[in-house]
């Protein structure tokens, strides 16, 4: 390897160098001194985004294992902004007495599955697939249990590790059969000799269910609230927000690029998982008390609309898909920064509690209702923005009726996020949450995600630039 | 800067300001001062766009801009405005402006009272001068959310059960819209062009007549949820009974508008022929909205509940007279949009300030009330006459149009439907003189009705401006119907070139 090999795997590279930092560093430290690692692990990865916005040569690697072009670096780079906010808004949490002697695990955790979502991204055959998919499953099964004390965060834990353990079973099994089938696991060679013989189109089904329990399409999706409920807020937030959208990411390549030929058979399947996993959601998200409980079922009914963009399977889709992750992370990670700070001081987590919240916490409300408001698509919020681009490109390719479908689903979280924004504000309450002093890092990480709520929308460049660098199948 | 940029950026700059008050005094003073100065604005609108018309300026829209937003998919921010525009517009900032002046004692979180309710009119405004369905739509949405916090936390009664059942209805329809407005969008080009959002643009190009059919109902159906069209207007009632005096005053005056004015802006004049083919169910359902509104208010013993179903049957009568589509009919449409809007406003306003006194809004437990309020009395007779369509006020004027363009049509169809929404006029009047005669006239019911002063200063300024306008357009029809007429015209030549189909 040479350094332009170097430099074309910078992303990874850069991650890897600040996990051993932070290990190191770690290794050095006192008992009592740990909570230094916080500083140095946030300050690397801020540097580490940065340099990710520096231009960097492109090209494949490993004989075409790995491949790192434009927009798989724009990818990475969208997840790396979310992992920082979830870093800024785990410090609170994070210095509590409990958590004090395990902060770099934390860190090095977070950044092993980061690591594993790069190489998803930029993987160029199934093998290098299969290992991002598992570098970035494994380590969050830990983070699910991180605090292992408590029965749920265990449970949480095991229940992911197991399904996920069940879901990477199915996928191999259907990439063995690609495998079988084609002779082949590099992404091109077997889009190539990719036909619509009846084992193929198995092999598909079984890669699609793998990966739909990854990102927790409907039916696949039942271990998503008990997991997101039992781990610590900060893991749920970054599960529901950066592990999804890197999963949307790969689902949305995988899709135009390796199964191109067969796209007939997994747009009508997309379509109806869309209105299936929407709608479940939705539903489910109606009845929920506990607020990552509901979070984890909004997240599932996000999904869905983000079916809507694959499922138009052009180039206006892909943008609109990246495009929604990117405000997605901003929204979700906003709701969930008011759910860490307010849980992280006071382990307030049910919406009972947040009743006259507006009184006390003002800040905080305004932010949780813009977030919501977001997540809901109203706007002038970016949310707005980008629902209305992923409708867009369903109806770009004729799916009127799906589009309405979706656009009265979004209606109906539309009452469950004001229900939230009701307690807030309207719903009477004696002894509401006092008023919450949150320190300078996550006050930082709530700010990032209220300029993205509030500016994306408005700065269209950004979309431009999402589009310059789409590719399409049309 | 835009002109007309600036009748969205005066509500947000009147936020901003708002934000940085430290009290009551403070809030309600900048709010004041911002809406005045939009109020000034529109008046300058106004009169500027006579002059351009005077000079012989024959363009379409005025005061047009456009800047790209979202290049890839043909997005601007498109603005202009023609007559129609103008005179919405106007209504919405003289609504706000005696809105303000209403809700002067709203004294729980008036901050955020204000800033939710000056958001919810920069939206209006927004809808009222976008070119670009985009930008439309974006507005449209934007009038409607804050709507929940308002009625939500400021409201009365069943104030979480309205606040929700509005918003969901209104959303519920925009879901229908989004279809609509998407589906114009793909058609936008039928040769191969770019696609556009552009109504202007749309309005040039022949949509398919198989989209048409497909479409309209989506986009008709969405903004008429909004103008309450039968069986969907079940949100009005509940929603302006909830809602706080300046809300229900925005909301009946002015936001219903933006269903009426989005049926005709977008539906009809995008999709003429499947207006035509489709208008008489609609209009059996307008129809159905005039007559039950009115039979409604009837039976209503809740001053708010009779003029929320009244404002189901007055804006059933603007799309029943839009899907009369002759220029008549169309004429008093806007012209009635316009009356109506200043109309149930001052009656919300009114309303308001009877209960701030007598604490109830039953009639049956007011009466007398003209010994002790003569001036609120006054202007609720002035009111009231106008809502049933006496000469001198702006109803008559609309109501006169309506019927008579109506009834232009010579197939029996038009003409039953014509002669059973006039049957509303009878019972208008059967409600408001009952309202009158319980409520102001007979003995006072309630010794506690002596001590109840009459309106202040801001109360005063607050209805006085309605009843201005609404005197105007009654005396004065010409100058509205003048500046409707021009704008109309490529409207009408657009629907008029097909040819009228009746079901009879």
């Known amino acids: 390897m040479n350094i332009h090999d170097f430099l074309t795997m910078r992303n990874e590279l850069l991650l890897t160098i600040v996990a051993v930092i932070v290990l190191v560093t770690d290794l050095n430290l006192k008992k009592d001194k740990k909570i230094t690692i916080i500083p140095v692990a946030i300050g690397l990865f801020f540097i580490t985004l940065i340099i990710g916005y520096l231009p960097v040569p492109t090209g494949i690697l490993f004989g075409g294992m790995f491949r790192s072009n434009t927009l798989t670096i724009l990818m990475k780079n969208i997840l790396n902004i979310g992992l920082f906010i979830v870093m800024l808004q785990s410090v609170t949490w994070l210095k509590r007495e409990e958590n004090r002697e395990k902060i770099s695990e934390f860190f090095l955790l977070l950044i092993s599955t980061l690591i594993g979502m790069n190489f998803m991204i930029s993987s160029g055959d199934f093998l290098m697939f299969y290992l991002g998919l598992e570098l970035a499953t494994i380590p969050m099964a830990a983070l699910a249990a991180f605090v292992h004390h408590q029965t749920r965060s265990a449970e949480a834990g095991i229940k992911l590790i197991l399904s996920s353990a069940l879901s990477s079973g199915i996928l191999l099994f259907g990439l063995s059969m690609i495998y079988g089938t084609t002779g082949s696991i590099f992404f091109t060679e077997v889009a190539a000799a990719y036909t619509k ?247 930082f990480g709530l700010i990032i995600c209220t300029i993205g709520i509030v500016a994306l929308g408005f700065y269209s460049e950004i979309y431009e630039i999402i589009t310059n660098l789409s590719f399409g199948i049309n | 800067m835009d002109f007309l940029s600036l009748f969205v950026l005066v509500p947000i700059l009147t936020i901003i300001a708002i934000t940085f008050t430290k009290d009551f005094k403070g809030t309600r003073l900048v709010s004041a001062t911002g809406m005045s100065i939009q109020l000034l604005l529109a008046a300058v609108l106004v009169i500027r766009y006579l002059m351009e018309r005077h000079a012989g300026n024959t363009a379409q829209w005025l005061f047009t801009a456009d800047h790209l937003w979202f290049k890839s998919l043909n997005i601007h921010y498109a603005i202009g405005i023609d007559g129609i525009s103008v005179a919405m517009v106007a209504l919405t900032a003289m609504v706000v402006f005696a809105g303000i002046f209403a809700s002067w004692e709203v004294d729980i979180l008036p901050r955020e009272f204000f800033i939710s309710l000056i958001l919810l009119s920069s939206g209006v405004f927004g809808f009222f001068i976008s070119l670009d369905m985009f930008t439309m739509f974006l507005f449209y949405e934007l009038a409607v959310i804050p709507m929940y916090l308002l009625i939500g936390i400021w409201g ?41 959002f552009n109504l202007t643009e749309i309005a040039k190009v022949n949509i398919p007549l198989a989209a048409q059919r497909f479409f309209f109902p989506f986009t008709f159906i969405g903004f008429g949820v909004l103008g309450a069209l039968f069986p969907l207007h079940t949100w009005s009632p509940d929603g302006h009974s909830s809602a706080p005096t300046a809300v229900s005053m925005l909301h009946a005056g002015v936001l219903m508008k933006l269903g009426g004015y989005g049926c005709f802006r977008i539906a009809m004049y995008l999709m003429p022929e499947a207006a035509h083919e489709m208008a008489w169910i609609f209009i059996i359902l307008t129809t159905i909205s005039v007559v039950y509104g009115a039979f409604g208010a009837v039976v209503q013993k809740d001053l708010k509940y009779i003029n929320a179903y009244s404002s189901v049957s007055h804006c059933g009568l603007v799309l029943f007279a839009l899907l009369m589509m002759n220029q008549t009919a169309m004429n008093g449409a806007i012209i009635q949009m316009v009356s109506h809007g200043l109309m149930t406003a001052l009656f919300f306003a009114l309303i308001g300030m009877i209960y701030s006194r007598t604490h109830t809004r039953i009639i049956d437990e007011m009466g007398g009330l003209m010994k002790v309020i003569p001036f609120l009395s006054v202007v609720y007779v002035i009111a009231g006459l106008a809502s049933l369509g006496l000469p001198g006020f702006s109803g008559f004027v609309a109501e006169v149009t309506i019927f008579v363009g109506a009834f232009q049509h010579t197939d029996t169809f038009h003409r039953v439907v014509t002669i059973l929404a006039t049957t509303s006029i009878v019972i208008t009047a059967v409600y408001i003189l009952r309202v009158i005669g319980i409520l102001l006239l007979g003995p006072i019911k309630n010794d506690h009705y002596l001590h109840i002063g009459d309106a202040h200063w801001y109360e005063r300024l607050s209805t006085v401006t309605l009843v201005a306008g609404i005197t105007a357009i009654g005396l004065m029809p010409l100058l509205l119907s003048d500046m409707i007429n021009f704008s109309m015209k490529p409207i009408i030549d657009k629907i008029l070139a097909l040819p009228v189909t009746g079901i009879f």
């Not at chain 1, 739909?212 to 039942?222: E, G």
């Not at chain 1, 006390?360 to 949310?383: D, H």
């Not at chain 2, 879901?175 to 770019?194: I, R, T, W």
Request: charged share 10%; hydrophobic share 55%.
């Open chain 2, 156 to 196: 009365s009664g069943p104030k979480e059960y309205s606040a929700m059942k509005l918003t969901l209805m209104l959303m519920g329809g925009s879901a229908l819209l989004l279809v609509g407005l998407l589906g114009l969008y793909f058609h936008s080009a039928p040769d191969g062009g770019q696609l556009t």
């Open chain 1, 197 to 443: 013989a009846p084992l193929q189109v198995l092999a598909f089904i079984f890669f699609f269910t793998g990966m739909a329990f990854k990102i927790s399409l409907v039916p696949f999706h039942l271990w998503t609230a008990d997991v997101y409920e039992g781990a610590p807020v900060n893991v749920t937030s970054y599960l529901s927000v950066v592990s999804k959208g890197a999963a949307s990411f790969i689902f949305i390549i995988v899709l135009y690029t390796v199964f191109s030929s067969i796209t007939f058979i997994w747009k009508d399947v997309v379509y109806i998982i869309s209105i299936l996993t929407m709608t479940i959601g939705n539903l489910f998200a109606l009845r929920q008390k506990n607020l990552k409980r509901f979070l984890a079922f909004s997240s599932i009914a996000q999904a869905g609309f983000i079916l809507l963009g694959i499922v138009a399977g052009s180039k206006l889709g892909m943008t609109s898909v990246i495009y929604f992750v990117l405000v997605y992370i901003f929204s979700n990670l906003g709701a969930f920064g008011v759910v860490s700070a307010i849980s992280a001081v006071t382990d307030k987590e049910t919406m009972d509690d947040y009743n006259g919240l507006y009184h006390t916490n003002p800040k905080l409300s305004l932010l949780m209702t813009l977030s919501l408001f977001s997540l809901a698509g109203i706007p002038p919020v970016a949310g707005f923005f980008g629902k209305f681009f992923l409708f867009t490109s369903a109806a770009s390719a004729g799916y009127y009726w799906l589009v309405f479908i979706a656009v009265l689903n979004a209606t109906v979280s539309l009452y469950y996020y004001l229900l939230i924004v009701k307690a807030m504000f309207i719903n009477r309450n004696e002894s509401p949450i006092a008023y919450i002093k949150s320190d300078i890092s996550t006050r």
